[in-house]
């Protein structure tokens, strides 16, 4: 099937789970530490507040509301990424929250942060290098730095990887395969 | 036709062609000729999917009977899909596949470049996200182009047969009709006559650098896909793709 439940623009409501037996209400901050626990499940090495989907938290009366912007039109993994929100609020005893599905504007690459450039590096997985604005359609003068061993001299295997948001690249010097997070 | 006709035509003309094609992709899944184009395939194949959801989305709603995205897709008969032709037909070899996609992406880019500016919200925020995809396919297409067109004498050979096959389906990209018409008036869809230009320029350019032979202008074209009117490959390919809901309709997992 095309989709899960929720289209564009969804909201989903929970009324399942008890109130905390403190009762005390979440701060922002807190609320943005816990989404921070929660990992994009295709690169568990980043959250999904590193990713930059998850665009806004906030409290309007009683009710969360938490604000995602899905990475690719087609990446199966939006759907999963609004559960592991949802169970992870659920989990912290959260009872009103709405989760909303917002495609303008669209994600960029330019989103991740700093932190979670430098965890895709660790994991093996080239961060994204320059502006996403700067995406030109015809050659690509960019140098893509080795994750494994920091060299520039690498090529270009494939413009799509195992997901759609990373292209196939190869280190000429430690002659191994990498992931590119491409501009976007 | 009131305008809001045929911006549900128009709306489908965009789902159904992202749809058809990305189901044309899959088939490749577990047969393309490489690791690697296989991976592009698929992902290639899964953002198209997800840019027909989109549209799908908001021609359901417009439409107001209480129809869903996957009603659309796998409740309707080949002759209410308004796919472009070009894009039922067959994969043959890579060359075929590369070729309808890459005359696809050229169509596809320039087409969401004008949506991007529409005054209909909704299909600018689509437009929006697609865009960035489309532009890495155009990307891609480009360079097996002229990787293929510039590869060895089998390669080229290959790719001078399917220009050749599929230019008489590439009329209908850019050849405007009422819809098309109407959409761009109302500032909704995209100005035929920039599409036109600028397919034509790039489709020149990119064939020429591939040493390719450039095809007639004036040939004769077959039309039919946005009204409607397919050819035979398109039931094939619904068959298989519509086959789970409408022998368990309502299925979930
Ligand atoms: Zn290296």
């Known amino acids: ?184 | 036709m009131t305008q809001q006709e045929a911006l549900q035509q128009y709306l489908l003309r965009l789902a159904d062609s992202d749809m058809v094609l990305g189901q044309r992709l899959c088939e490749l899944c577990g047969h393309a000729p490489a690791l690697e184009e296989e991976l592009a395939l698929m992902n290639l194949g899964l953002d198209l999917i997800g840019q027909a959801r989109n549209w799908y989305e908001y021609a359901a709603e417009l439409e107001g009977k209480g129809n869903d995205a996957d009603y659309l897709a796998f409740r309707r008969d080949a002759g209410e899909f308004r796919n472009l032709l070009l894009v039922e037909q067959p994969n043959g070899d890579y060359a075929m596949t590369m070729a309808r996609q890459f005359f696809f992406d050229a169509w596809h880019y320039q087409t969401l470049q004008a949506l991007v500016n529409s005054s209909d919200e909704r299909i600018a925020q689509v437009a929006g996200k697609a865009i960035k995809e489309v532009t890495y396919h155009l990307r891609r297409s480009i360079e097996w182009m002229k990787r293929l067109g510039n590869g060895t004498e089998e390669s080229h050979q290959r790719m001078e047969v399917a220009v050749e096959e599929l230019w008489r389906f590439t009329g209908e990209l850019i050849e405007a009709d009422e819809v098309d018409l109407m959409m761009a008036e109302a500032g909704i869809g995209a100005d035929p006559e920039a599409v036109k230009s600028a397919w034509k320029q790039m489709v020149t350019d990119v064939m020429t650098e591939a040493t390719l032979t450039l095809q007639d202008e004036n040939a004769w074209m077959h039309v039919g896909g946005k009204r409607g009117i397919h050819t035979e490959h398109l039931g094939f390919l619904l068959a298989e793709m519509q086959f789970l809901p409408r022998a368990y309709p309502d299925a979930v997992w």
């Open chain 1, 1 to 184: 099937m095309l989709s899960g439940k929720h289209p564009m623009d969804s909201l989903i409501a929970s009324d399942r789970i008890p109130a905390n037996a403190s009762g005390e209400r979440l701060s922002i901050e807190q609320l943005w530490q816990l989404l921070d626990e929660v990992k994009d499940p295709e690169v568990p090495a980043i959250s999904v507040v590193e990713l930059g989907v998850v665009r806004s938290i906030e409290w309007q009366d009683d009710t969360l509301h938490v604000c995602v912007t899905p990475t690719y039109s087609g990446c199966p993994a939006t759907e999963l990424i609004e559960q592991m929100i949802q169970s992870a609020l659920e989990q912290a005893g959260l009872r009103q929250f709405q989760l909303e599905t917002r495609l303008a504007p669209a994600w960029t690459t330019d989103w991740i942060t700093p932190a979670g450039r430098e965890k895709l590096r660790e994991f093996g997985i080239a961060p994204p290098q320059g502006s996403a604005s700067k995406l030109s359609l015809m050659g690509h003068s960019e140098i893509i730095e080795c994750p494994h061993c920091g060299s520039q001299q690498t090529e270009q295997v494939s413009e799509f990887g195992s997901t759609a948001c990373k292209a196939l690249y190869r280190c000429r010097d430690c002659l191994e395969p990498f992931d590119y997070f491409k501009c976007i």
